[in-house]
């Protein structure tokens, strides 16, 4: 079953704000990964990352990989409109069969009205 | 420029209806997955291949059956359909596993 934990399930933004979401797992993982999932079209890779503590940008999105190798933290700076869709975490097992990836139930991000 | 493509993009099964979801990709990637999305639930792996002429079974392979007769394609097969598979499916293809290319899914109801 489903073995990553992502909190909060739901987010309202208002433009301009800092937010976090984080991915717990009961399992380590070696490779942690971040998917947005715009509506009506399938998840798109943002940042990968490969080690524990690592600290990786895509532009406004920032992540983390855990130190211990157990959870990971998105961050989006200065939010805006665009930003709302829903964000997946997924770890990796090394080498995990057909390098198969668990993927978290999502954070569904929303504009605030 | 196309990536990952599926069709259907939509459809509607009465119960015990067979039907295939068709996935090609044109990128020459090895690996191949189908994922189903429900609510709250994430994406749950169904069935994988890891190169032409391979399937295995992931997380949720029950009711489903898988082919990969040519590299570019996986099919996706509902051999008698329950409401319980109502969901949104993905195929996903990549060259070494963590990068994945979605495609941009299949909305199935069974009524």
């Known amino acids: 079953g489903q073995q990553l934990n992502q909190s909060p399930q739901s987010m309202f933004i208002q433009e301009g704000e800092d937010v976090s979401m984080n991915c717990t797992s009961s399992?380590?993982?070696?490779?942690w990964l971040w998917y947005k999932q715009d509506p009506g079209e399938g998840p798109v890779l943002l940042i990968a990352l490969y080690k524990a503590g690592e600290l990786t940008s895509n532009g406004r999105l920032t992540a983390q990989f855990g130190t211990t190798r157990k959870d990971s933290f998105l961050n989006i700076s200065a939010s805006i409109p665009s930003d709302v869709g829903i964000y997946f975490c997924?770890?990796?097992?090394?080498?995990?069969?057909?390098?198969?990836?668990?993927f978290g139930g999502g954070t569904r991000v929303l504009v605030k009205p | 420029n196309a990536g990952v493509t599926q069709t259907p993009k939509f459809r509607v099964l009465k119960t015990g209806q067979s039907m295939t979801l068709l996935c090609a990709q044109d990128?020459?990637?090895?690996?191949m997955y189908w994922y189903r999305q429900d609510p709250g639930m994430g994406l749950r792996l169904i069935h994988y291949?890891?190169?032409?002429?391979?399937?295995a079974k992931g997380e949720v392979p029950d009711g489903y059956n898988v082919s990969r007769l040519k590299k570019q394609n996986f099919l996706l097969g509902l051999e008698s359909a329950a409401p319980s598979q109502t969901s949104v499916y993905f195929c996903a293809s990549s060259s070494r596993g963590e990068k994945l290319f979605f495609g941009s899914g299949t909305q199935l109801s069974v009524l």
């Open positions: 997924a770890g990796q097992l090394y080498k995990a069969a057909g390098n198969k990836l668990t």
């Open positions: 990128m020459n990637h090895e690996y």
């Open positions: 399992s380590i993982f070696n490779t």
């Open positions: 291949s890891v190169g032409e002429g391979t399937t």
